[in-house]
């Protein structure tokens, strides 16, 4: 079955960059019927849809308005994951942060989650 | 975006007894809505989609129904391992949207 692990540190100081990776099995990262998402969730925002990532002839990104100009979703076809990078953090980033498989718009498979404090 | 409405947002409950979730979307989603379970330190689980349909190894005790903006989950006989907390999603419109969440906790 489709398995998400997820890792990346659990303490990024504000103004810098956070970074998670995701490794994937029992699926491809360029499988042409999924994609490859991260949601994150805080008692504020709720679950929060950040990006996504997918192969359809060509790679593509989608991202959430709210972070359009700070993060960058990206494949890593060797090593079969995909990696989340969020620049210019703030408190307001705090939250777990989960990645995530959507066939036909359900997150099927799920990350187990990272909590992610910004604080210096 | 389509704005996801949950209620209650707490729900108390007996074991063995029913309880009903509702979810109110903001535009019509048709039948393009999903539930989602979560317990405590960990990922949310699929439970149904397609509105009604139950995903893979979820007990016949969840269903869900509803269709264009109003949606129930219900669990006909709680047990145990059902206190947790519910979302809904809609994968009608884009970007796709989840709701609040409603907790179910132990009457």
């Known amino acids: 079955q489709v398995q998400l692990q997820q890792s990346g540190p659990g303490l990024v100081k504000p103004s810098q960059t956070l970074s998670l990776t995701c490794a994937i099995s029992?699926?491809?990262?360029?499988?042409?019927?999924?994609?490859w998402n991260w949601i994150r969730q805080s008692p504020s925002r709720g679950l929060e849809w950040l990006g996504r990532?997918?192969?359809?002839?060509?790679?593509?990104?989608d991202y959430a308005v709210s972070v359009k100009n700070r993060i960058i979703i990206n494949p890593d076809t060797s090593k079969n994951q995909f990696s989340l990078q969020m620049n210019s953090v703030t408190p307001e980033d705090t939250a777990v942060y989960y990645c995530?498989?959507?066939?036909?718009?359900?997150?099927?498979?799920w990350g187990q989650g990272t909590l992610v404090t910004v604080s210096s | 975006e389509t704005v996801m409405t949950q209620s209650p947002a707490t729900l108390s409950v007996s074991p063995g007894e029913r309880a009903t979730l509702s979810c109110r979307a903001s535009?019509?989603?048709?039948?393009?809505l999903a539930w989602y379970q979560q317990k405590p330190g960990q990922a949310p689980r699929l439970l149904i989609y397609?509105?009604?349909t139950r995903a893979t190894g979820i007990p016949a005790r969840f269903s869900g129904s509803g269709s264009g903006t109003e949606f129930t989950l219900t669990i006909s006989s709680l047990q145990s391992e059902d206190f947790a907390v519910y979302y809904c999603?809609?994968?009608?419109?884009?970007?796709?949207?989840f709701g609040q969440g409603t907790k179910v906790e132990i009457k």
């Open positions: 995530a498989r959507v066939l036909s718009g359900t997150f099927t498979n």
């Open positions: 535009q019509i989603v048709t039948s393009n």
């Open positions: 397609g509105a009604f």
């Open positions: 990532t997918y192969y359809r002839s060509k790679w593509s990104n």
């Open positions: 999603q809609q994968y009608n419109n884009w970007p796709w949207t």
């Open positions: 029992g699926d491809s990262v360029s499988s042409n019927s999924v994609t």
